[in-house]
Each structure stands twice: as structure tokens, then as C-alpha cells.
């Protein structure tokens, strides 16, 4: 199956720091989501994004799909933001299920 | 409100027993999906279901069935039959303009 993998795994940041979060995949795929999963394990749809580029407020994704890659910016930090984040790609096989990454998680301190 | 309900939150299930885990959606979704998440790691797919009184199995799905008998809902079963069922367990459709997958609160099931 395809293989996605999360870089770094931890990430510690103190408040108002940048951070730039990885997602590699082994093979094309048809669709890429950003979640980020709250310390009450509830997972929010953060961007729909198989290819270009979306922000959304100090969030921002971009998706290079010729080269199986995506990127999670995010900037300003807030300790609101700690948690985990997991990219998951859509291959199209088993139904159009999502294969997760084991995600990174951040940490951001006061 | 839209959105996707599973039940209970937390269950504690004896050995030997097999338990139902709730899953509801109101988004109209044909497509559902149960995954399965343990410490530190990602989601596994369970079973699926594209349409109603037809689903497959996943990546993990011995030990685990469900049924597809109405389109808002998609139980499942986890059986005396899986060996280390403790997890968290997360209920998912998907549809809309862009397909996007989305999920539910989880059940976090832990056996005694």
C-alpha cells in the first residue's frame, strides 16, 4: 500500500514561533487532507488539498503532487495550536479510505 | 447541525464479550468508514461501506463486522474474536462538493 510519512514526529515551539511541518507519500494520489487531532482525540478537517496551495488564517498548505509532497505551515503559533497533526492521502482503492501518516506532535509553550 | 455522532464515548468491555460501537451521520454521505487508532500512531482502516447493504473489509478487519442497513448508519462489532481490541476508535464519512473525509468524536474502548 502507499506509505506517507510525517516529519519531524515532536515539535516543541514556544508561542508566536513558525513552523513548517512535512508530509511525504510514496505514489499519486487523489486526494490529500491536513487534520489536527484536539488532546480529546476529535479530529478537525484543517485543508482538503491534493495539489496548489490554501491558507486559512495563520494556517496554510501546499501540496506538490508531481513530486508526492505537502507541506502544513503554520505561523504566530498558540498554545491552542498544540495537539497532533496527521496529513492522510485518498489512493483510491479501499473505497476511497484515507492512509495516515503517524502525524507530528507539537507542543507550544507559553 | 450536520455532523457525524458515535456512542457511546468511553466503553469497558470484559473479556469474551462482544460490544456495538454507534455511528451516526446526517450529511447525506453514501461513503462510511471505521478506523482504528492506538497510542502514538496513525488511523488503520477497519471496514467500509460505499453504499447502503454493501460494505468491505480493511486493512484490520478480523475480529471486527458491521452492517449498512440505513444510509445515516454504520455500527460496529467488535467480536470475542479480536485479541487486543483496546483502542480508540473513530467513525468517518465522506462526500460534499470536494469528497473530503469527516470524522466523529470516537469511542475509546478498553477492555478489563
Known amino acids: 500500500g502507499i506509505q506517507v510519512e510525517q516529519s519531524p514526529p515532536d515539535l516543541i515551539l514556544q508561542e508566536g514561533a513558525n513552523s513548517t511541518l512535512r508530509c511525504n507519500f510514496s505514489?499519486?494520489?487523489?486526494?490529500l487532507q491536513w487534520f489536527h487531532q484536539n488532546p480529546w482525540g476529535q479530529l478537525i478537517n484543517l485543508f482538503y488539498?491534493?495539489?496548489g496551495t490554501k491558507q486559512n488564517g495563520r494556517l496554510s498548505a501546499t501540496t506538490v503532487a508531481t513530486e508526492r509532497y505537502s507541506l502544513l505551515y503554520i505561523s504566530s503559533s498558540q498554545t491552542t495550536d498544540s495537539g497532533v497533526y496527521f496529513c492522510?492521502?485518498?489512493?483510491?482503492?479501499?473505497?476511497?479510505?484515507?492512509?495516515f501518516g503517524k502525524g507530528t506532535s507539537l507542543l507550544v509553550t507559553p | 447541525d450536520g455532523g457525524i455522532t458515535q456512542s457511546p464515548k468511553y466503553l469497558f468491555r470484559k473479556e469474551g464479550q462482544n460490544v456495538t460501537l454507534s455511528c451516526e451521520q446526517n450529511?447525506?454521505?453514501?461513503?462510511m468508514y471505521w478506523y482504528r487508532q492506538d497510542p502514538g500512531q496513525g488511523l488503520r482502516l477497519i471496514y467500509y461501506?460505499?453504499?447502503?447493504?454493501?460494505?468491505q473489509k480493511g486493512d484490520i478487519a478480523e475480529g471486527y463486522s458491521v452492517s449498512r442497513e440505513k444510509k445515516e448508519s454504520f455500527p460496529l462489532t467488535v467480536t470475542s474474536a479480536q485479541k487486543n481490541p483496546t483502542a480508540f476508535y473513530l467513525c468517518?464519512?465522506?462526500?460534499?462538493?470536494?469528497?473530503?473525509?469527516?470524522f466523529g468524536p470516537g469511542t475509546r474502548l478498553t477492555v478489563l
Open positions: 468517518a464519512s465522506r462526500g460534499g462538493g470536494e469528497n473530503e473525509q469527516f
Open positions: 492522510a492521502v485518498e489512493h483510491g482503492d479501499s473505497g476511497y479510505a484515507l492512509n
Open positions: 461501506s460505499q453504499i447502503v447493504n454493501d460494505f
Open positions: 450529511l447525506n454521505h453514501d461513503a
Open positions: 488539498i491534493p495539489s
Open positions: 505514489d499519486s494520489v487523489n486526494n
